[in-house]
């Protein structure tokens, strides 16, 4: 069974300083690893999706990085504002079935 | 529509109510999904749909859940005779193209159901 670990479970960083979100899981045999933000009383909103074959996506100030043999993925955020105060989740999709595996989350504050 | 949307938002109920949760996904995705999320915890698969059919049922916590889906639109997750442990946030994904291996789908996500159990 696919275990996903994020690290850490919470955050507080002061506007800008850069943000490092970790993400760990224990079978390799990934199809794809997602990464999606949370906001209170709304759905998943997805940020990034690495597929297996990959290193790393960016998309404006997140770029994740994918390591599969190590079974680790890390969320860098740049010049982090007050509006990326949100749970950030990481999701891994088996290449045997089609659930998704999520970690617990990393709560982000931004303060400003 | 424009995203996935759930109902109601909110449900608090008493333990050994019936309760039913609605998903509506975005028009034209063929596969349902539904998740529960305990506070502090991560998301836990329940049920996969493909049209209206569920090949896997086995996330489902117990017989007292049950799902379905009619029209390959709306689904139904139902609880009967809830429990205490049965609170959590009901959150429903749909994704355009089936997730066998090889598809690049992305599953959107509704707002959720939270759900509490007195």
């Known amino acids: 069974k696919q275990e996903v670990t994020q690290i850490p479970a919470a955050l507080s960083v002061p506007e800008g300083e850069n943000l490092v979100l970790n993400c760990s899981f224990t079978d390799s045999a990934i199809y794809n690893l997602q990464w999606f933000r949370q906001d209170p009383g709304k759905g998943l909103t997805s940020l990034l999706l690495i597929q297996s074959s990959q290193r790393e996506q960016t998309s404006g100030r997140l770029n994740a990085s994918l390591d599969k043999s190590s079974g680790r993925s890390t969320l860098y955020i740049a010049a982090s504002q007050p509006g990326d105060s949100a749970t950030y989740l990481c999701a891994v999709k088996s290449q045997h079935d089609y659930k998704l595996s999520f970690g617990a989350g990393t709560t982000v504050t931004v303060r400003a | ?118």
Request: charged share 20%; proline share 5%; glycine share 10%.
């Open chain 2, 1 to 118: 529509g424009a995203g996935v949307s759930q109902s109601p938002s909110n449900k608090v109920t008493e333990k050994g109510k019936d309760v039913e949760l609605r998903c509506d996904p975005i028009s034209g995705h063929t596969a349902l999904y539904w998740y529960r999320q305990r506070l502090g915890q991560g998301l836990e698969f329940l049920i996969y749909f493909q049209g209206n059919s569920a090949p896997d049922k086995s996330g489902l916590p117990s017989d007292r859940f049950s799902a379905e889906r009619t029209g390959e639109s709306v689904s139904t997750l139902t609880i009967q005779r809830t429990q205490q442990e049965d609170s959590a946030v009901y959150l429903c994904a749909s994704s355009f193209l089936a997730p066998a291996s090889g598809s690049t789908d992305t599953q959107y996500f509704g707002p959720g159901t939270r759900l509490t159990v007195l």
